[in-house]
């Protein structure tokens, strides 16, 4: 028997058909605890909309005959209780997944779902560091390693983020070979799907690695990765991230202050000077503009901000 903070509005097909929904997702697919919690929760939801719907507890039979008209009243009920987008795609995703798998038993069919577009996700802008911060992030005298060619090598691999926009695994899969002099003004980048792009090399970012090089104990072969780890090996994003981790609480700086950050703090700081978008897709290795464009989103939420706190008549805006 179900506990009663779990029973359903439900004809026990229906219940029965759930429970083996739910049975199949923690043991055969070994989803994690709290995703089957939020999958139950969500189909729970789900029920009791459609019993107030349909007059009754609804079963197997009345799941069958479901059209795209009542699971858009659902979305709709769901957000007149105050659901955010986000909310409700994850709602409507545990609706698919167990439509689906009565579909696949021949209980119910997952046409009227799968008509059904997801709600649109808003775009969460990054959050990039303020100018001076990351100046202070990427500086080697602000490094907490205990040996100094780590500080310089932790400060090198930052300096790359934030100087040249490069994604942390961009940094990590750099050989010794590709940045071996300090005259070496380019360097050739392999990013995501294996698009390959080249990037300018500030003098910062040169200075910076040529610190770590000098100071480095090991070898650094022309064919083998630049940045090593405390035993020689290749360098783990793990190790940056730590550190990172270090630095931000030694200046007092929001969890948002991530490896991460630094690449968009690139180009936020590059848009905020004048810099042209297209130019700043090339340098990111963005396939589309229009991933590109989240920045002038936060370039103007700072604009925005900047007025809030100056102009005279800016508090009184209704």
Same mark, same amino acid.
């Given at each position: 028997?179900?506990k009663?903070?779990?029973?359903?509005?439900?004809?026990?097909?229906?219940?029965?058909?759930?429970?083996?929904?739910?049975?199949?997702?923690?043991?055969?697919r070994?989803l994690s605890?709290?995703?089957?919690?939020?999958?139950?929760?969500? %189909?729970?939801q789900? #029920?009791?909309?459609l019993?107030?719907?349909?007059?009754?507890?609804?079963?197997?039979?009345?799941?069958?005959?479901?059209?795209?008209a009542?699971?858009?009243?659902?979305l709709?009920?769901?957000r007149?209780?105050g659901?955010?987008?986000?909310?409700?795609?994850?709602g409507?995703?545990?609706?698919r997944?167990? #439509?689906?798998?009565?579909?696949?038993?021949?209980?119910?069919?997952?046409?009227?779902?799968?008509?059904?577009r997801?709600?649109?996700?808003p775009?969460?802008l990054?959050?990039?560091?303020?100018?001076?911060?990351?100046?202070?992030?990427?500086d080697?005298?602000?490094?907490?390693?205990?040996?100094?060619?780590?500080?310089?090598?932790?400060?090198?691999?930052?300096? +790359?983020?934030?100087?040249?926009?490069?994604?942390?695994?961009?940094?990590?899969?750099?050989?010794?070979?590709?940045?071996?002099?300090?005259?070496?003004?380019?360097l050739?980048? %392999?990013?995501?799907?294996?698009? %390959?792009?080249?990037?300018?090399?500030?003098?910062?970012?040169?200075?910076?690695?040529?610190?770590?090089?000098?100071?480095?104990?090991?070898?650094?072969?022309?064919?083998?990765?630049?940045?090593r780890?405390?035993?020689?090996g290749? +360098?783990?994003a793990?190790?940056?991230?730590?550190?990172?981790?270090?630095?931000?609480?030694?200046?007092? #700086?929001?969890?948002?202050?991530?490896?991460?950050?630094?690449?968009?703090?690139f180009?936020?700081h590059?848009?905020g000077?004048?810099?042209?978008l297209?130019?700043?897709q090339e +340098? +990111?290795?963005?396939?589309?503009?229009?991933?590109?464009?989240?920045y002038?989103?936060?370039?103007?939420?700072?604009?925005l901000e900047?007025?809030?706190?100056?102009?005279?008549?800016?508090?009184?805006?209704?």
């Open positions: 028997m179900q009663a903070e779990f029973l359903i509005p439900a004809h026990p097909d229906l219940a029965d058909a759930r429970q083996g929904w739910l049975d199949a997702l923690a043991k055969g070994r605890p709290l995703t089957v919690e939020a999958y139950e929760r969500d %189909t729970r789900f #029920l009791q909309f019993t107030r719907h349909l007059g009754g507890p609804p079963g197997l039979a009345d799941i069958a005959s479901l059209r795209p009542d699971l858009r009243a659902f709709a009920s769901r007149n209780d659901a955010g987008a986000r909310t409700l795609g994850r409507l995703a545990g609706v997944s167990l #439509l689906r798998h009565l579909d696949r038993h021949g209980q119910a069919s997952a046409a009227g779902v799968a008509a059904l997801s709600p649109r996700q775009k969460s990054p959050k990039p560091l303020a100018a001076k911060d990351a100046v202070r992030v990427v080697f005298d602000e490094q907490l390693a205990g040996e100094p060619w780590i500080a310089a090598r932790d400060a090198a691999v930052m300096t +790359l983020l934030y100087g040249c926009g490069l994604r942390i695994a961009e940094a990590l899969s750099i050989a010794a070979g590709d940045l071996a002099t300090p005259t070496t003004a380019v050739r980048v %392999t990013g995501k799907g294996g698009k %390959t792009r080249i990037v300018p090399v500030i003098p910062a970012a040169r200075a910076a690695v040529m610190d770590y090089r000098k100071r480095c104990p090991y070898d650094l072969d022309a064919d083998g990765p630049l940045f780890g405390a035993r020689g290749p +360098l783990a793990e190790m940056i991230q730590r550190a990172m981790r270090k630095i931000r609480g030694a200046l007092g #700086l929001p969890d948002t202050a991530t490896p991460h950050a630094l690449r968009h703090s180009a936020t590059l848009l000077r004048g810099g042209d297209r130019a700043i +340098l +990111l290795g963005h396939a589309s503009l229009s991933t590109t464009q989240v002038t989103g936060i370039d103007t939420a700072r604009l900047a007025y809030d706190g100056a102009h005279p008549r800016a508090r009184r805006r209704a």
